[in-house]
């Protein structure tokens, strides 16, 4: 149980095209999910939480404009990097909680989209 | 904020030794820990979690211990084996926010 999917792997684009990362939990009812971005050799960052339904927490210095979250439903999420540019280029991992947050809640992730920006 | 700090950031072990990471915290509010491992491209994978009423838990040979007062949180890896190698992430979470730490890549040599 607890599984997340990730769309796409990965994707190449030119620059100042917009990419569309889709996020699905498939057996459970993910109350939230967030979006990470992963630096080679690095740790998770924590770019943005969303709830089903309601507009997206960024996180200080992601600029929402450039990182559109839509969380359209209990088991989907979408990351829109709008105007891509070489410097977005990265790995974006997605990840999705069934719980109500009361008493910290285990996140499972999705396989990653790795982005490359041309 | 939370802060979560990670060390060693590498740790290099012999094909069944021990390995301990250790990780502290900030915010003694934070009340679940739980610790991802993650291999080269791939997603973090869930290993072990502690909530904050429990200072240890073991699964077959990973345990955590935790210590509220000294806000102090470890990963233990018994009898390492070469498919134990990878990178290893403490997290803190309070409610919805979850704090990760840097990583420690740990390398099993056969």
């Known amino acids: 149980g607890a599984v997340v999917s990730q769309h796409p792997s990965w994707v190449i684009c030119k620059s100042g095209t917009s990419v569309k990362i889709e996020c699905r939990s498939l057996?459970?009812?993910?109350?939230?999910m967030f979006w990470y971005r992963q630096f080679p050799k690095q740790s998770l960052m924590l770019m943005a939480t969303?709830?089903?339904?309601?507009?997206?927490?960024?996180e200080q210095g992601v600029e929402k404009d450039k990182f559109l979250i839509n969380h359209a439903s209990l088991t989907l999420s979408t990351l829109t990097v709008t105007s891509a540019h070489p410097e977005d280029s990265s790995f974006y991992i997605c990840?999705?909680?069934?719980?109500?947050?009361?008493?910290?809640?285990?996140?499972?992730f999705g396989p990653g989209t790795r982005l490359l920006v041309l | 904020g939370e802060n979560v700090e990670q060390h060693p950031s590498t740790l290099s072990v012999q094909e069944g030794d021990s390995a301990v990471i250790k990780c502290t915290y900030s915010?003694?509010?934070?009340?679940?820990f739980p610790w991802y491992k993650q291999e080269l491209g791939k997603r973090p994978q869930l290993i072990i979690d502690?909530?904050?009423?429990?200072g240890e838990k073991k699964d077959q040979r990973i345990a955590v211990t935790l210590n509220k007062t000294a806000k102090h949180f470890s990963l233990h890896i018994t009898e390492t084996q070469p498919e134990d190698s990878a990178v290893y992430f403490c997290a803190a979470s309070k409610g919805f926010k979850t704090i990760f730490g840097a990583g420690t890549r740990l390398f099993v040599k056969a």
């Open positions: 502690i909530r904050s009423n429990v």
């Open positions: 057996d459970f009812q993910a109350t939230t």
């Open positions: 969303s709830n089903e339904g309601s507009k997206a927490t960024y």
């Open positions: 915010d003694s509010a934070s009340n679940y």
């Open positions: 990840s999705a909680t069934g719980g109500a947050g009361v008493l910290g809640e285990t996140q499972y």
